[in-house]
């Protein structure tokens, strides 16, 4: 392999072209970067239409575009709320709000701090004696200063029912979803410690002055984390320049990046599992940063990435060796402080300096995404794959599952803004159409390609179509009929994704009697529901994570991005209690599933039990079997009910299929077909013991088959 005299340069193009092929590549990365801060938009502007004061922001790999598949990078979520205000000088304090003042001394650790909580009605300090009057477990009293804990925030978010885990934590709530959220406060200031960065010029010529400006403005966060050898375990707080470091991530030109993905496949594949995981990514974020900063920006290209990859590999040695990562920000920080023992040191030296040697022999070894076998491919040194996955699917798989990801984050929202009205029409009605309305102004207020623009566009489809059907409900027990503001909300919600808000007026359409319009919207949305292409999306439950696509959604996605949303998923029907008039008395009964003993057995996030919830397509074959069934159309009707054994027997995505069971039960009651109905409660209670309706319906339906037992006897 190194016998070509034009060795380096060889085998950079050829892993440059290995790297492109798992979409390491400039598409990708603007389409990850773009995905994330939707995301991070959708759920602070989700806060600020519920009045809250939070704002979410995704750091790390995923928002930076710089991971892959194999990698299985985590989403890092920080939140903080705006109603608390860190300064660094009393000349920053602001009276009504409740401030916190940074002091940082000989007593703590470079990059750390102790937050003092002050008064809001003057700038003075709050009196030490308060505490003994007024207790509050997120404060002590140390040095003559009431101090911040850095458990003051996990006290809150436990008292809220979030789950702990470290410094984050976990709820079902926006921001959050399936990862951890670790909460901060945030100055508006760039810290004292960080001011000789803005200055500092190494002859890279990196980062620009327009980018220090810019960082600059971005002030900074604190951390509820310690240091490693900080005297202050419960007091110290970590300050955070992620978003000045997102700056930096994204000017990064592609091999830079291809250059970081590398040094953390090494880092995963033979580096940490063999010395307890001692080095971070974050470290080899810092010596990129490092390395960049202090080497001529013409030698970052694509043939010369295996020289660059040395050239970083050679500086984390000499870190090691001298058992000192500088921050980049702040390089009075060691990073490496407290984490390495001795025996780890050499251990970690050892595999570095072998990995150098090989002069890129070693990266022939990496499996994730088949880098070592696709490099051999290119170097024409090993056999083709038995099965080899092409950059275009590659592609698309990825993209399809950042739309899911996406897909998943409305449905989070839209379980929080349900919850977070009382269950009664009226009010129900008047906050939602609040919602409606603020939500028209935001975007007509937005420029025309904005993230806040296309986040809104994506949020109030779903809110249209449950105002749509409230007011109808409301409607049909009234007066028998469906108001022109009703439609008017279902039309503005169908197009929310392929089938619930079409279902929604639908539903509407069948409880009001009118069954030859409830045809023709349930026959529209059959021929949009393709089942080759089309997947379902459901946060209610906590479920496996899949990670397989069908092929036609991942054809799908390889165009588009967020606006193939209403063309390829489909969200469960979710209906509130004041929703009652629209919903077919099969599955209003979903409404009073849990008896008060299953009340006490919810988690957190099972708030939707108290609502009817059902998956897209199962709901699509029960409102057509009683549809047709109204239209005395007897074949269309018994094809339906085909169709629902068949989707209930098939589709592995269900998040309600107790619910989907307890539906065909029903059909099979009105089929007198009372022991597959009994069949298919067992089976639902089987899925899920409590809070299911199954528990009832068991009843009636063996009170109904005892009573027939009883007439045929007589």
């Known amino acids: 392999?190194?016998?070509?005299?034009?060795?380096?340069?060889?085998?950079?193009?050829?892993?440059?072209?290995?790297?492109?092929?798992?979409?390491?590549?400039?598409?990708?990365?603007?389409?990850?970067?773009?995905?994330?801060?939707?995301?991070?938009?959708?759920?602070?502007?989700?806060?600020?239409?519920?009045?809250?004061?939070?704002?979410?922001?995704?750091?790390?790999?995923?928002?930076?575009?710089?991971?892959?598949?194999?990698?299985?990078?985590?989403?890092?979520?920080?939140?903080?709320?705006?109603?608390?205000?860190?300064?660094?000088?009393?000349?920053?304090?602001?009276?009504?709000?409740?401030?916190?003042?940074?002091?940082?001394?000989?007593?703590?650790?470079?990059?750390?701090?102790?937050?003092?909580?002050?008064?809001?009605?003057?700038?003075?300090?709050?009196?030490?004696?308060?505490?003994?009057?007024?207790?509050?477990?997120?404060?002590?009293?140390?040095?003559?200063?009431?101090?911040?804990?850095?458990?003051?925030?996990?006290?809150?978010?436990?008292?809220?029912?979030?789950?702990?885990?470290?410094?984050?934590?976990?709820?079902?709530?926006?921001?959050?979803?399936?990862?951890?959220?670790?909460?901060?406060?945030?100055?508006?200031?760039?810290?004292?410690?960080?001011?000789?960065?803005?200055?500092?010029?190494?002859?890279?010529?990196?980062?620009?002055?327009?980018?220090?400006?810019?960082?600059?403005?971005?002030?900074?966060?604190?951390?509820?984390?310690?240091?490693?050898?900080?005297?202050?375990?419960?007091?110290?707080?970590?300050?955070?320049?992620?978003?000045?470091?997102?700056?930096?991530?994204?000017?990064?030109?592609?091999?830079?990046?291809?250059?970081?993905?590398?040094?953390?496949?090494?880092?995963?594949?033979?580096?940490?599992?063999?010395?307890?995981?001692?080095?971070?990514?974050?470290?080899?974020?810092?010596?990129?940063?490092?390395?960049?900063?202090?080497?001529?920006?013409?030698?970052?290209?694509?043939?010369?990435?295996?020289?660059?990859?040395?050239?970083?590999?050679?500086?984390?040695?000499?870190?090691?060796?001298?058992?000192?990562?500088?921050?980049?920000?702040?390089?009075?920080?060691?990073?490496?402080?407290?984490?390495?023992?001795?025996?780890?040191?050499?251990?970690?030296?050892?595999?570095?300096?072998?990995?150098?040697?090989?002069?890129?022999?070693?990266?022939?070894?990496?499996?994730?995404?088949?880098?070592?076998?696709?490099?051999?491919?290119?170097?024409?040194?090993?056999?083709?794959?038995?099965?080899?996955?092409?950059?275009?699917?590659?592609?698309?798989?990825?993209?399809?599952?950042?739309?899911?990801?996406?897909?998943?984050?409305?449905?989070?929202?839209?379980?929080?803004?349900?919850?977070?009205?009382?269950?009664?029409?009226?009010?129900v009605y008047e906050r939602l159409s609040d919602f409606t309305l603020t939500l028209t102004r935001m975007y007509r207020a937005m420029g025309f390609n904005s993230l806040e623009k296309s986040a809104v566009k994506l949020l109030a489809p779903l809110l249209s179509s449950s105002l749509g059907s409230v007011l109808a409900s409301h409607n049909i027990y009234t007066t028998h009929s469906i108001s022109p503001e009703a439609r008017g909300w279902f039309s503005v919600g169908l197009n929310s994704d392929v089938a619930s808000g079409r279902l929604k007026l639908a539903s509407a359409l069948y409880c009001v009697g009118d069954m030859e319009r409830a045809e023709f919207v349930l026959r529209n949305t059959e021929g949009k529901y393709d089942l080759n292409t089309v997947e379902s999306v459901c946060d209610c439950c906590e479920h496996p994570m899949m990670y397989y696509s069908r092929q036609g959604f991942e054809h799908k996605c390889y165009t588009g991005i967020e606006e193939m949303i209403q063309h390829t998923i489909a969200f469960c029907v979710r209906f509130l209690r004041c929703e009652t008039c629209c919903v077919p008395k099969e599955l209003q009964s979903e409404m009073f599933r849990s008896t008060h003993e299953d009340m006490l057995e919810r988690e957190i996030h099972e708030c939707w039990m108290d609502w009817a919830v059902v998956d897209s397509l199962p709901y699509l074959y029960f409102l057509q079997y009683k549809t047709y069934g109204a239209l005395q159309r007897v074949a269309d009707q018994q094809h339906a009910l085909a169709n629902l054994v068949t989707t209930i027997d098939t589709e592995s995505k269900l998040g309600h299929r107790e619910t989907a069971l307890n539906l065909l039960g029903q059909c099979m009651e009105q089929e007198n077909r009372h022991i597959d109905a009994l069949r298919c409660y067992m089976i639902s209670l089987n899925i899920r013991p409590r809070n299911n309706a199954a528990k009832f319906l068991i009843c009636i339906v063996l009170n109904e088959i005892v009573n027939r037992q009883e007439n045929t006897l007589n």
């Open 1 to 427: 392999m190194s016998r070509d005299p034009d060795y380096y340069q060889t085998v950079s193009l050829k892993l440059s072209e290995v790297l492109n092929d798992i979409c390491v590549n400039e598409r990708m990365i603007l389409k990850r970067r773009r995905m994330a801060l939707l995301s991070e938009t959708m759920v602070t502007s989700t806060h600020r239409l519920l009045g809250e004061n939070i704002s979410i922001y995704h750091f790390g790999s995923q928002s930076e575009g710089s991971t892959t598949i194999g990698l299985k990078s985590d989403a890092d979520t920080l939140g903080y709320s705006s109603e608390c205000n860190v300064i660094q000088d009393w000349s920053e304090w602001q009276p009504g709000w409740t401030s916190l003042l940074m002091i940082q001394d000989e007593t703590t650790s470079p990059g750390y701090c102790l937050l003092q909580w002050l008064r809001n009605d003057e700038p003075l300090p709050v009196p030490t004696a308060s505490l003994d009057h007024n207790p509050d477990s997120r404060l002590t009293v140390s040095r003559g200063k009431v101090l911040l804990k850095n458990t003051g925030l996990i006290d809150v978010a436990l008292a809220a029912g979030c789950v702990i885990n470290g410094p984050a934590l976990s709820q079902g709530m926006p921001g959050i979803g399936d990862n951890d959220m670790v909460p901060a406060h945030h100055c508006k200031s760039w810290p004292a410690e960080a001011q000789p960065w803005l200055v500092r010029q190494g002859i890279g010529r990196w980062p620009t002055e327009d980018m220090k400006r810019y960082c600059e403005t971005t002030g900074y966060f604190v951390v509820a984390v310690s240091s490693k050898n900080g005297q202050h375990e419960e007091l110290e707080w970590r300050i955070s320049t992620s978003q000045a470091e997102r700056c930096l991530m994204f000017s990064l030109n592609i091999t830079q990046l291809r250059c970081y993905i590398l040094m953390k496949m090494i880092l995963k594949t033979f580096i940490n599992p063999r010395c307890d995981g001692v080095l971070s990514s974050f470290m080899c974020k810092t010596v990129l940063f490092h390395c960049i900063q202090n080497t001529h920006s013409n030698k970052w290209v694509q043939s010369n990435l295996l020289a660059c990859l040395m050239c970083c590999l050679t500086v984390l040695q000499n870190f090691l060796r001298q058992e000192n990562c500088p921050h980049f920000v702040i390089p009075e920080n060691n990073l490496m402080a407290g984490r390495i023992s001795p025996h780890n040191k050499v251990r970690v030296f050892e595999v570095l300096q072998k990995i150098t040697q090989s002069k890129g022999r070693s990266l022939l070894e990496i499996p994730m995404d088949d880098l070592g076998m696709r490099l051999q491919l290119k170097m024409n040194m090993g056999e083709a794959f038995q099965y080899h996955v092409t950059p275009a699917q590659m592609y698309a798989k990825i993209s399809s599952r950042m739309l899911v990801n996406i897909a998943n984050g409305i449905s989070v929202i839209h379980i929080y803004i349900l919850v977070s009205m009382h269950d009664e029409n009226k009010m």
